[in-house]
C-alpha cells in the first residue's frame, strides 16, 4: 500500500470494482438487478402469504398471478383496458396542447409567469375529486368527465416542468443568437424549444403516469 | 377494477393493480425511449 490516502483509495476501488459494479447497478445491466427484486419480493410474498393464511386480507402469490394471466386473456378485461387506454392518451394530449404553449410563454416572459402564476398555482391546489360533480354537469355522462380530469390532472405538470425547461435555458445561448443576427422567432425555434425540450418531456412522462393513476 | 372491488375479491384487486403497474411501465419505457431518440443532441 502507498503512503497517500488517496493513492490506497483508489487501489481499493480497482480491487474490489465497486465503482464499475456501482455503474451496472443503474446502468447496461440493471435488468439483472431488477430480476432479482422481483424474484426476492416473490420468494417473501410467497411464504409471507402461506404463513398469514388468510388470502383475504393477503392472498397467495399463484392465485394473484393466475389472475393476472386469465385477465391478460379475458377479452372483456382488454377491452376496458383498451378503452382506459384511449381516454389516458386524449386526456394528455389535450393537457400537452394547452400546457405546452402556455408553459412556453409563461417561461419566455417573467410579466407573462408574474400575472399568470398565481391563478395556475392556485387551481393546481384544488382536489382533483372536487371536480367530478361540475364535470358531470359540463360533459354528462361518459368518457367527458374522465377526459377532462386526465387533462387536468396532467395539465399542471406539463406547465410548470415547461417553465422550468425554458428558465433553465442558458443566457449565454440568446446572446449568442442575438449576436449573429437572429430574431425572435429564430430564438424560439432554435434555442427556447430544443433547450427545454428536456423539461417538457419529463412533464409529458409525469403527466401520463398521473392520468393513468388518475383514471383506474 | 371496481367490480372486483365491490366483490370482495382481493386477488382480482391485485391483479388488475400488478396489470396497471406493468401498462404504466410500458408507456414510461416508450416514453424514455423517445426522450432518448430526441435528446440524442444533448449527450
Known amino acids: 500500500m502507498g503512503d497517500n490516502k488517496q493513492v490506497d483509495r483508489m487501489i481499493h476501488a480497482t480491487k474490489t470494482k465497486d465503482r464499475q459494479n456501482w455503474r451496472k447497478m443503474g446502468g447496461r445491466n440493471y435488468n439483472k438487478g431488477a430480476i432479482f427484486s422481483l424474484a426476492l419480493i416473490c420468494v417473501i410474498w410467497y411464504f409471507a402469504a402461506h404463513a398469514v393464511k388468510a388470502p383475504f386480507i393477503f392472498p397467495y402469490l399463484e392465485n394473484v398471478a393466475y389472475q393476472v394471466v386469465y385477465s391478460l386473456t379475458d377479452m372483456y378485461v382488454l377491452e376496458n383496458l383498451a378503452i382506459t387506454m384511449r381516454r389516458v392518451v386524449t386526456g394528455s394530449l389535450y393537457a400537452f396542447l394547452i400546457g405546452f404553449p402556455l408553459g412556453m410563454v409563461m417561461g419566455y416572459s417573467p410579466k407573462l409567469l408574474q400575472t399568470m402564476s398565481p391563478f395556475i398555482n392556485s387551481l393546481r391546489q384544488v382536489p382533483i375529486m372536487a371536480w367530478v360533480p361540475l364535470t358531470i354537469v359540463w360533459f354528462g355522462i361518459g368518457d367527458g368527465p374522465t377526459v377532462f380530469l386526465i387533462a387536468f390532472s396532467g395539465i399542471f405538470t406539463i406547465i410548470l416542468n415547461t417553465v422550468s425547461g425554458v428558465q433553465d435555458i442558458s443566457k449565454d445561448f440568446y446572446n449568442a443568437a442575438r449576436s449573429m443576427g437572429a430574431n425572435t422567432f429564430n430564438i424560439i425555434k432554435d434555442i427556447v424549444i430544443p433547450g427545454s425540450l428536456p423539461g417538457v418531456l419529463t412533464g409529458i412522462r409525469l403527466a401520463i403516469g398521473l392520468g393513468w393513476m388518475s383514471v383506474i | ?43
Not at chain 2, 5 to 28: K, S, W
Request: glycine share 6%.
Open chain 2, 1 to 43: 377494477m371496481v367490480e372486483a372491488q365491490g366483490r370482495l375479491e382481493t386477488e382480482r384487486v391485485i391483479a388488475y393493480m400488478v396489470i396497471a403497474g406493468l401498462i404504466g411501465y410500458l408507456m414510461d419505457t416508450i416514453l424514455v425511449l423517445c426522450e432518448r431518440a430526441l435528446l440524442r443532441w444533448k449527450e
